[in-house]
């Protein structure tokens, strides 16, 4: 059992940047792929981004390539989200996800085995 909280959520104005954070309980973080998902108001979920076990492989949806980063530290079981130049349309909940695989090639949440309970981020227009 993996249990994730995330934080680093707030109010943001366009233009600023905000990194999030996802911590991780259980000694198997460091197997474990690490996605980035966001749900705004009246939308479904979507990928945001994710990391391969070891950090070696990562992938981001269109919206966000540089624009946003994730990193993890295994040290820490800690997985990270630097997020610039942030947009009114980036305002979500956004949720980090383990995937036991490890791959780092999971878009779907459905191939996400944990998740934590979501952190809001808000940038006004």
């Known amino acids: 059992q993996v249990q994730l909280v995330e934080s680093g959520g707030g109010l943001v104005q366009a233009g600023g940047s905000l990194r999030l954070s996802c911590t991780a309980s259980?000694?198997?973080?460091?197997?474990?792929?690490m996605g980035w998902f966001r749900q705004a108001p009246g939308k479904e979920r979507e990928f945001v981004a994710v990391t391969s076990w070891c950090g070696g492989s990562t992938y981001y949806a269109d919206p966000v390539k540089g624009q946003f980063t994730i990193s993890r530290d295994n040290a820490k079981n800690t997985v990270y989200q630097q997020m610039n130049n942030l947009r009114a349309e980036d305002t979500a909940v956004y949720y980090c996800a383990a995937d036991r695989k490890g791959y780092g090639n999971s878009w779907y949440g459905d191939e996400y085995d944990y998740w934590g309970g979501g952190t809001q981020v808000t940038v006004p227009s």
């Open positions: 259980g000694r198997t973080f460091s197997s474990y792929a």
